[in-house]
């Protein structure tokens, strides 16, 4: 047997009299610890640790706390401030084992500063700012006891009519899976046992992001190549990473939904990528699999989720209801709820609560006077950071940068909407903190010029939409809506732009319509602000388009109506002052797509690496008999990694340093980048491979490495990039990971079509 061997009781503890008289001794050796507190533990103790409840304000607190004490909830997600998990994790201290709860909650983009959404951030292609942004939430949320995050969330969407693509990093699956690396990294930081860290737990395993027709919570049926080429990454990225924990997506793969998946959950997961961690279902969704069809009841279900390696239940009451029944008559062995108890007291280990159940949670009299206040905002950085995301899509005539003296018809929904600047899983963050963009326009240009605000449309026209958008907010509805006809408010719109130099419209979606089970049939503007902008292209003046959403859109018509559009999704707390930074010129933009524009919704997928077809459109050379739709363009409107500067910037010819390569070999590939215009700025160069003739049918081109580079004007710097045999891998009809000998194009550009092309072979 292992010796154990004991820590010191921790000096902190000392101030929580019930921990520090009876706490048990917390050992060096996590799986001696966690064997043998399992060995003290009852049946029913142990199938608390699985449960896993949200806190709602109409809970009552006295009854959870019971319950806690009796060793019947593992953790908690929704309880999100000191005051409210003190008395829970004292009521933990009172049970029988004194096994700490944990304390949950979706840190997707930002606690309480909030950063913008995911998309957003990927559109940066700034890996520090994005970890930055992770830092930072994890460092707010554990000042508030947080201990766990349901993030990141690395489903790759190449279906924009998906809700949840807002939630993403974007279509691609080198980008998603270097983010992914990135978040799980700032998240937890050196370790997830450190005050200031949260544990990660990636989400949502798996594959969710590829639903069926891009409605939320479907179906999805996908080839095994495809999996292991394109999807999986990123998750697998994440747990390498260290991700601690892992969350169970809704929907079923191949007929089996993820929660029952023996494949996914242990073959993959557990034995093929050595996954040690706690996994998670999602809300419900082990009493869902009823619904799926494949558990005729609850025995049924918590047994199929159990035996898929489902170690902790979010929001249903099976496992508690079932498990004793199940195991009583065999149907499930001692060992699969053991394993999962394991799992959950190892993350709480890994977490540091056995050393310290109040490590985040702190002493009382350190609470924050107010959870709120401003000063616990990270304010600088959330602007920083937020005007790296932005993507500027369209310049005409260098219609932006504004003049700050000039008077500007600042117009449309979105310009005055502080809840829609932070986007749908905002967190912690407070509405009434966010910076508008005519609060950000006004604090920038103050005296010397003028905003004349006009709000010229509602989000939506269609009463059935609003109140679906309205369905969930029972205290005030989140978006409002002006009760003026639509022609009055256009018409105040339009007399603004009259009296200005130049039009700015804030237009797009609320952040309801990107959100999960908010799934779209259509990607266009609702009709309403269409209204609004074909009114005030009328009017003649210069008409900038800041875009405000969560996915991309069908903006075909109104790439045409405006000689500027600045991509902005939803940017979070700072986002009026980022936006105004850009449309000013105190900061140019360089942000890059992380996923396709197309032109219509018909054309969807979009996503530009995909598979090399016998029939391909040439451009140039129209006709039948190639792959296109014939009743429009063939193409994307903006590609993936495409974005505008205020500077240009021009490329050398790339240079490889050889035509061959070994496979334990290395070839450099490289290009001077030089800023040929007039002000300083950033730009994303992009390294693309194509596989020419394999085994099987390659994409197109793949993202393998990219810089993002500061230049001054004038400035030129010459780029490398080490290409090795892993860059050339792929997954073949046997799923092996190899690569294969022959000929490579390599290309490099500024995005993903705009690119220059040499060719190598691999040895
Ligand atoms: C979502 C998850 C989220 C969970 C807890 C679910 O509806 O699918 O992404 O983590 O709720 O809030």
Not at 92 to 108: E, G, N, T
Not at 316 to 338: H, N, R, V
Not at 346 to 370: Q, T, V
Request: charged content about 25%; some cysteine; overall charge negative.
């Amino acid at each position: 047997m292992k010796k154990l061997c004991l820590l010191g009781l921790v000096a902190t503890l000392a101030t929580h009299p019930v921990w520090a008289e009876t706490k048990p001794a917390v050992l060096k050796d996590k799986d001696a610890f966690v064997s043998e507190l399992l060995k003290q533990m009852t049946l029913d103790e142990k199938i608390g640790q699985l449960r896993l409840i949200s806190i709602g304000p109409e809970m009552p607190r006295e009854l959870i706390r019971k319950e806690i004490a009796a060793g019947r909830i593992g953790g908690t997600f929704n309880s999100i401030t000191r005051p409210e998990n003190r008395p829970m994790q004292d009521a933990a201290m009172r049970s029988r084992l004194k096994i700490p709860m944990f304390f949950a909650y979706d840190v997707i983009h930002g606690h309480r500063t909030i950063f913008p959404i995911s998309l957003a951030l990927a559109s940066s292609w700034d890996m520090d700012a994005i970890g930055r942004s992770g830092r930072i939430a994890a460092q707010e949320a554990a000042a508030d006891s947080l201990d766990i995050t349901f993030a990141p969330m690395v489903d790759i969407s190449r279906d924009p009519r998906w809700g949840r693509t807002s939630e993403g990093f974007g279509e691609d699956t080198y980008l998603v899976s270097r983010i992914a690396e990135v978040m799980v990294k700032a998240f937890q930081g050196t370790s997830p046992a450190n005050a200031d860290s949260l544990m990660a737990s990636v989400k949502h395993f798996a594959l969710y992001g590829a639903v069926e027709g891009g409605r939320d919570y479907n179906v999805v049926d996908m080839s095994p190549v495809k999996m292991y080429q394109d999807y999986l990454p990123p998750y697998h990225a994440a747990i390498k990473a260290g991700s601690g924990g892992v969350m169970v997506a809704l929907n079923s793969i191949n007929g089996v939904p993820a929660t029952a998946n023996t494949w996914l959950m242990n073959d993959l997961l557990r034995k093929d990528w050595g996954f040690k961690g706690l996994t998670v279902s999602d809300h419900g969704a082990i009493f869902e699999l009823i619904k799926h069809g494949v558990a005729k009841d609850g025995r049924e279900a918590a047994k199929l989720a159990i035996k898929a390696g489902i170690d902790m239940s979010m929001n249903d009451s099976l496992y508690g209801k079932e498990l004793p029944g199940l195991l009583k008559s065999g149907e499930i062995q001692q060992s699969d709820i053991d394993n999962a108890v394991r799992e959950v007291l190892g993350a709480k280990y890994d977490m540091g609560l056995f050393k310290d159940p109040y490590l985040r949670i702190g002493k009382a009299e350190d609470d924050p006077a107010d959870t709120y206040a401003d000063s616990r905002l990270h304010r600088a950085e959330a602007r920083d950071i937020a005007r790296r995301s932005l993507v500027l899509l369209k310049n005409h005539n260098d219609t932006l940068p504004l003049k700050k003296s000039a008077t500007i018809a600042l117009v449309g929904p979105l310009a005055k909407a502080p809840i829609d600047m932070m986007g749908s899983w905002a967190a912690a963050g407070r509405p009434a903190q966010s910076v508008t963009l005519l609060d950000g326009m006004n604090a920038v240009i103050g005296e010397k010029g003028k905003v004349i605000y006009a709000r010229g449309a509602n989000i939506t026209g269609d009463k059935a939409v609003l109140d679906y958008l309205n369905f969930l907010n029972f205290d005030a509805p989140e978006v409002v809506d002006d009760p003026r006809p639509a022609q009055v408010l256009i018409d105040e719109a339009v007399s603004a732009a009259k009296n200005a130099d130049v039009i700015v419209a804030a237009v797009g979606e609320s952040r309801g319509m990107s959100h999960e089970s908010s799934s779209r049939t259509d990607l266009n503007i609702p009709q309403s602000q269409r209204d609004l902008i074909k009114a005030l292209k009328a009017t003649g003046k210069p008409l900038v388009l800041v875009l405000m959403n969560g996915r991309p859109l069908s903006i075909l018509e109104e790439n045409q109506q405006a000689d500027a559009i600045l991509e902005t999704w939803f940017a979070g707390t700072e986002g009026g002052n980022a936006i105004a930074d850009v449309l000013f010129g105190d900061y140019n933009p360089s942000g890059k797509l992380p996923i396709t524009f197309p032109r219509s919704v018909g054309q969807i997928p979009t996503y530009y690496n995909h598979l090399t077809i016998g029939r391909p459109f040439t451009p140039g050379k129209p006709g039948n008999y190639t792959s296109q739709y014939f009743d429009d363009t063939t193409g994307p409107l903006f590609p993936f990694g495409y974005g505008l500067s205020y500077t240009q910037f021009s490329l050398s010819d790339m240079a490889l340093s050889s035509t061959t390569l070994n496979k334990t070999g290395k070839l450099d590939a490289s290009v001077t980048v030089k800023n040929t215009g007039k002000v300083d700025g950033e730009t994303v160069v992009q390294l693309y491979i194509q596989d020419v003739a394999g085994s099987m049918i390659r994409p197109i081109k793949e993202l393998k490495n990219f810089q993002k580079v500061m230049l001054k004007a004038g400035e030129a710097r010459t780029l490398h990039f080490t290409i090795t045999e892993d860059d050339l891998k792929f997954y073949n009809a046997q799923l092996k990971f190899a690569a294969e000998p022959g000929e490579f194009n390599v290309q490099i550009g500024l995005d993903s079509q705009d690119v220059q092309q040499q060719t190598f072979e691999l040895l």
